[in-house]
């Protein structure tokens, strides 16, 4: 069963760990001194915040596959969905090591597809995200909603 992936950079991580602990009624099932992470079942989200790696705000949003069968799944879909698709393969990121490609949907919200094989002691990097994003159309100035 997939997982819906949010990644938000926030500038102060002792302050939106203790909130995002209310708000999803437990603590993280990961931190590290600029991260933090919640597995959570209710909502079905792998929600990870982090400082010093994002501007504030939605970094990336993403689709974390249980096996490597359903992430072939939604790379094929990725692939189909008229965008650039980059395939990253396996990396180190968000103290995971993990497979991965990442898109972009036509407003340039950035998507990842991964599958987490195992926990790294680093935080690594995605160069692909950042090659992403770069490509991305700039975000429209606008009101809320």
């Not at 949010?6 to 995002?20: E, K, M, N, P, R």
């Not at 919200?109 to 995200?129: D, I, K, N, Q």
Request: charged share 15%; glycine share 8%.
């Amino acid at each position: 069963m997939k997982r819906l992936h949010v990644h938000v950079g926030v500038t102060d991580l002792a302050q939106s760990i203790a909130f995002y602990t209310n708000l999803f009624g437990t603590g993280p099932t990961l931190v590290r001194q600029d991260y933090a992470k919640w597995m959570l079942d209710d909502p079905r989200v792998n929600f990870a915040i982090s400082h010093g790696h994002a501007a504030p705000g939605i970094e990336h949003l993403g689709i974390q596959a249980e096996t490597l069968e359903e992430l072939a799944d939604v790379t094929a879909r990725l692939n189909s969905a008229s965008a650039p698709v980059l395939a990253e393969g396996e990396t180190t990121c968000c103290y995971a090591r993990s497979e991965k490609s990442w898109t972009a949907d036509p407003q340039g919200v950035v998507w990842e597809a991964f599958h987490t094989m195992a926990e790294a002691r680093t935080y690594g990097s995605s160069p692909m995200l950042d090659t992403l994003a770069a490509m991305a159309p700039a975000s429209s100035q606008g009101g809320c909603c």
